[in-house]
Structure formats: structure tokens, C-alpha cells
Nanobody
């Protein structure tokens, strides 16, 4: 599975951004996909994920602000980020695994990062 992330950028606090992660490969349609974020000197942290059948999970700090969705026809997962805060600033990575549990603990596949910067 190959993952290609896009959509990062600079936005003011309170603004919105949408990240996209396009997947390709033989078993993409059955993969659970999601997003992590990382700042320099810190561990990569789980943000949210969506299973192949639409079950979603989020870390507490983004609940109510971020929404994950997937377009099966395009093999693409989206992360809609609203009400952005400066503390959301990070490099965001998309990831994939066979299950939500594995996604949150040890993803099988990673995409390249995309920078999200939220100014105050």
C-alpha cells in the first residue's frame, strides 16, 4: 500500500484545512486508514482513524473539531480540521493498517508528512 498525503498549509487560529490521503495498492479497500501528527522532539501521536466499513475514532483533543471521512471510489481518506488551534501545528502523517487497533498502535504503512501551521 502506498499513501500520498496532501493539503497542509498555514492558517490562522479558528480556521480550517482539509488533508487528503490517497492510497494505492492491491488491498487498499479493506485497509483502516488514519492520521498521526508529530512535532520536533516529540513522538508521533494518533489523531484519528476510519475503518474500511466506516467506524471512526479520534483522540480526545480533536473530537468535535476534526472529522475523518473516506471516498472508497477514490481510495482517499480526508481529515477535515475546523476550529484550528496553534497547538494543532505539526507535521501530519497518514497511515494504514488492517484494523483500528493496529492503526493506533503500529500502523503497517505510512505516507509522507504534510505540514500544518496554525498561527495565533
Amino acid at each position: 500500500v502506498q499513501l500520498q498525503a496532501s493539503g497542509g498549509g498555514l492558517v490562522q487560529a479558528g480556521g480550517s484545512l482539509r488533508l487528503a490521503c490517497a492510497a494505492s495498492g492491491r488491498t487498499v479497500s479493506r485497509q483502516t486508514m488514519g492520521w498521526f501528527r508529530q512535532n520536533p522532539g516529540k513522538e508521533r501521536a494518533f489523531v484519528g482513524g476510519i475503518s474500511w466499513n466506516g467506524i471512526k475514532t479520534y483522540t480526545d483533543s480533536v473530537k468535535g473539531r476534526f472529522t475523518i471521512s473516506r471516498d472508497g471510489a477514490k481510495n482517499t481518506v480526508y481529515l477535515q480540521m475546523n476550529s484550528l488551534k496553534p497547538e494543532d501545528t505539526a507535521v501530519y502523517y497518514c497511515a494504514a493498517a488492517e484494523t483500528l487497533l493496529k492503526l493506533t498502535t503500529a500502523p503497517d504503512y505510512w505516507g509522507q508528512g504534510t505540514q500544518v501551521t496554525v498561527s495565533s
